[in-house]
């Protein structure tokens, strides 16, 4: 249980700490929009065990795959797609963490 609250504040904090470093000025609206990028979560819907916390995600949900990786990376080559890429990938890189964590 801790990890997983642990992990879903990282889901906000840490595009709060990229918003503010990159965007030092004008950080509310890439953070919010990073931060909304939480919402490619809603294919857990489709899993038999919506949560589990000994999952790995990556790999196992569609949004979390890694062909969908590969067009997040592409999204970054873009400017108008580049925040919400760089949110998707930050999601992708601490779910990844997350992985770890079961291990």
Not at 17 to 46: C, E, R, S, Y
Not at 60 to 72: G, K, N, R
Not at 75 to 99: E, N
Request: proline residues 6%.
């Amino acid at each position: 249980m801790e990890r997983s609250v642990i992990h879903m504040i990282l889901h906000f904090f840490v595009p709060f700490l990229v918003a503010k470093a990159g965007w030092k000025q004008n950080w509310v609206q890439p953070f919010i929009i990073m931060a909304l990028t939480i919402a490619v979560d809603f294919d857990h819907l489709f899993a038999d065990t919506i949560f589990d916390p000994n999952r790995c995600g990556l790999g196992f949900h569609p949004l979390h795959s890694w062909p969908a990786i590969t067009v997040y990376l592409l999204l970054l080559l873009t400017p108008r797609f580049r925040i919400v890429a760089l949110g998707l990938l930050i999601h992708m890189g601490l779910d990844g963490i997350d992985c770890l964590w079961i291990l």
